[in-house]
């Protein structure tokens, strides 16, 4: 009998995560193995349980999905990683794969595509929607940034991070908080993403956050 792929999820919506393990375990040669809400636990539970490939959700507890990422590649270098997101791939998708994941896909995709997803991963190769495709060769090749680049490019995954709880309506002081952060910290971000983006002050700041935020993060 072949010996199935094993897939650890990391997510922390329990009717994400069950959907998700329902449609890998429905396949003859993938099975679910696990699943973490957090990256703490991700970590201590993919050392125990050694799995094919890791699925990480951005949106985590305390330390975010990008973190967990890194942390991943960092001890497992050869784990394949994918990404599903609800955050718009045209601005997560290439940080997931420069933090080391091999795929982005966003929860919205069709369940085929992200079976498709799964098995690219698993074979080592990239996978990434047609226009982030088209997007990194534009890059790869040279030539000019296309039309409709954010200007939330030029943040960090942190300071990106930071912008989003702003605009869903966490103060200075629980935004430390949710990321074992020190307020000090937390305000250096602000500064930086003001002048980063050009705003002028705390108005404006929570202004851009707040449409950013509510636009479904779409750049």
Known sequence: MKTKKTIFIVDDHPIVHQGLAELINHEQDLAVCGHAEDAN??????KKLNPSMVIVDISLRKKNG?????????????????????HDETLYA?????AGARGYIMKA???????TAI???LDNKLYVSERIADR????????RP?????????????ELEVLLLIGQGHGTRQIAEKLYLSIKTIETYRAHIKEKLNLTNAAELLRYSIQWANSGNKV
């Open 119 to 121: 098995r690219r991963v």
């Open 109 to 115: 995709e069709a369940t085929e595509n992200v079976i």
């Open 146 to 158: 296309q039309a409709g680049s954010s200007p939330l490019d030029c943040l960090s995954d942190r």
């Open 94 to 98: 290439e940080r997931a794969l420069r």
């Open 41 to 46: 636990q991700a970590m201590a539970e993919i």
């Open 66 to 86: 990008m973190e967990l990422i890194k942390d991943i590649k960092a001890q497992y270098p050869a784990l394949p990683i994918l990404t599903l997101s609800m």
């Open 136 to 143: 990194l060769m534009h890059r790869m090749v040279g030539s």
